[in-house]
């Protein structure tokens, strides 16, 4: 049996690699349903400054092929808020990198989203790839 039965993790998921993989795979060890959000383009360069590499149609193309994702779904400006996810989705626990574990505005999801029943998960950020280093070496 697995923890939850509603997983949820959201992301970029441009330039797709092991980091995604990992984080979207232990998402899946841990729930028996599991959902994954891909942010829209507009929301990337709205918090990013720049646009991904990979167009939002093709990223969202990529998750859902996943064999460890059951549902893919945009994530806009009207469901960024983990809450807003929350009532669209319900999921039981939301996962992150933990890179983001001592981030205020998570410690206030975390607490928010215990009062529905709803839990934060953190996974080791996988240091050996990310994006960011990717771009880096190609030249982008």
Same mark, same amino acid.
Not at 23 to 35: D, F, M, Q, T
Not at 66 to 78: A, E, H, L, Q, S
Not at 117 to 128: E, L, S, V
């Given at each position: 049996?697995?923890?939850?039965?509603?997983?949820?993790?959201?992301?970029?998921?441009?330039?797709?690699?092991?980091?995604?993989?990992?984080?979207?795979?232990?998402?899946?060890?841990?729930?028996?349903?599991?959902?994954?959000?891909?942010?829209?383009?507009?929301?990337?360069?709205?918090?990013?400054?720049?646009?991904?590499? *990979?167009?939002?149609?093709? &990223? +969202?193309?990529?998750? $859902? %092929?996943?064999?460890?994702?059951?549902?893919?779904?945009?994530? =806009?400006?009207?469901?960024?808020?983990?809450?807003?996810?929350?009532?669209?989705?319900?999921?039981?626990?939301?996962?992150?990198?933990?890179?983001?574990?001592?981030?205020?505005?998570? *410690?206030?999801?975390?607490? &928010? +989203?215990?009062?529905? $029943? %709803?839990?934060?998960?953190?996974?080791?950020?996988?240091?050996? =790839?990310?994006?960011?280093?990717?771009?880096?070496?190609?030249?982008?």
């Amino acid at each position: 049996m697995k923890r939850y039965n509603i997983g949820y993790v959201a992301g970029v998921f441009d330039l797709f690699h092991i980091g995604h993989l990992n984080l979207i795979r232990r998402a899946k060890e841990n729930s028996e349903y599991l959902i994954v959000g891909v942010l829209t383009d507009e929301l990337v360069i709205h918090f990013k400054g720049k646009a991904p590499y *990979i167009p939002f149609e093709e &990223r +969202l193309e990529i998750i $859902g %092929a996943c064999r460890y994702v059951d549902k893919v779904v945009g994530v =806009t400006f009207d469901n960024i808020d983990k809450m807003s996810a929350w009532e669209l989705y319900k999921f039981d626990c939301l996962f992150s990198g933990d890179d983001y574990v001592n981030n205020e505005s998570w *410690i206030i999801d975390k607490q &928010r +989203l215990k009062q529905v $029943g %709803a839990d934060i998960q953190f996974f080791p950020y996988t240091k050996t =790839t990310s994006s960011t280093q990717i771009k880096k070496i190609i030249g982008i």
